[in-house]
T-cell receptor, first 113, second 112 residues
Framework: DGGITQSPKYLFRKEGQNVTLSCEQN?????MYWYRQDPGQGLRLIYY???????QKGDIAEGYSVSREKKESFPLTVTSAQKNPTAFYLC????????????FGQGTRLTVV | KQEVTQIPAALSVPEGENLVLNCSFT??????LQWFRQDPGKGLTSLLL?????REQTSGRLNASLDKSSGRSTLYIAASQPGDSATYLC???????????FGGGTRLMVKP
C-alpha cells in the first residue's frame, strides 16, 4: 500500500536532548512537509522540501532541523533549542505542480519529560 | 500571506441533520483548496480537493464548494451520522510551493 509512515507514534524527550522524528513515503512525491499541531489549534508549517538535497524554512523553523538525502525520507530533528517542543507533529507529501493533493502521515506525539 | 478561518469552531447536531461547515481565505489567487478530516490523536485524511476551475466537488455524502471571488469554501455533509464526528480542516496553498495554510478547524459531534 502506498502512503506516508511516521515513527515513532509516541516520543518522550528529556530536557536538553535532541530527538529525531522519522517520515517515509512511497508515493513517489517530490514535495514533503513538516507541520506542528498544538491542542485546539490548526497546523503550522515547520519545514518543507520540494526536491532532494534542498529544503526551506516554514513559519516556525527555529529549534528544528531537517535533511532530505533521499526522495522517500524527510526526517525532522527537534533540537534542545526548541523551548516548547511538546506537540503533535505531522508529515505530509504531495506531487509538484499547481493542482496537487497533500497526503498526511498518522503523526508523532512528542512530550517533554 | 494566506490566512484561513473556519466557522464555527465547534458544532453539535443530532443524527440525520444536514450541515454546512464554512471556510474563508484571504488570498483568492489559489489553484485549489483541500478539506481534511482528523480523528482524535490521528493524522489528517484528505476528503476533497477542489481545483480553482471547479465550483463543486462531491464524494458520497460530502459536497464541497469553492467561490474564489468571495474567498469562501463550504463543506456540506448530508444526513450526518455519529461516525462523522471528527475535526474538519480546510487548507489553502499560499505560494508556488503549495505550502498549505490551515484553518483552526471545526470540531463536529453528531449525537445518536
Amino acid at each position: 500500500d502506498g502512503g506516508i509512515t511516521q515513527s515513532p507514534k509516541y516520543l518522550f524527550r528529556k530536557e536538553g536532548q535532541n530527538v529525531t522524528l522519522s517520515c517515509e513515503q512511497n508515493l513517489n512525491h517530490d514535495a514533503m512537509y513538516w507541520y506542528r499541531q498544538d491542542p485546539g489549534q490548526g497546523l503550522r508549517l515547520i519545514y518543507y522540501s520540494q526536491i532532494v538535497n534542498d529544503f526551506q524554512k516554514g513559519d516556525i523553523a527555529e529549534g528544528y532541523s531537517v535533511s532530505r538525502e533521499k526522495k522517500e525520507s524527510f526526517p525532522l530533528t527537534v533540537t534542545s533549542a526548541q523551548k516548547n517542543p511538546t506537540a503533535f507533529y505531522l508529515c505530509a507529501s504531495a506531487k509538484q505542480g499547481e493542482i496537487t493533493e497533500a497526503f498526511f502521515g498518522q503523526g508523532t506525539r512528542l512530550t517533554v519529560v | 500571506k494566506q490566512e484561513v478561518t473556519q466557522i464555527p469552531a465547534a458544532l453539535s447536531v443530532p443524527e440525520g441533520e444536514n450541515l454546512v461547515l464554512n471556510c474563508s481565505f484571504t488570498d483568492s489567487a489559489i489553484y485549489n483548496l483541500q478539506w481534511f478530516r482528523q480523528d482524535p490523536g490521528k493524522g489528517l485524511t484528505s476528503l476533497l480537493l477542489i481545483q480553482s476551475s471547479q465550483r463543486e466537488q462531491t464524494s458520497g455524502r460530502l459536497n464541497a464548494s469553492l467561490d474564489k471571488s468571495s474567498g469562501r469554501s463550504t463543506l456540506y455533509i448530508a444526513a450526518s451520522q455519529p461516525g462523522d464526528s471528527a475535526t474538519y480542516l480546510c487548507a489553502a496553498p499560499y505560494n508556488a510551493g503549495n505550502m498549505l495554510t490551515f484553518g483552526g478547524g471545526t470540531r463536529l459531534m453528531v449525537k445518536p
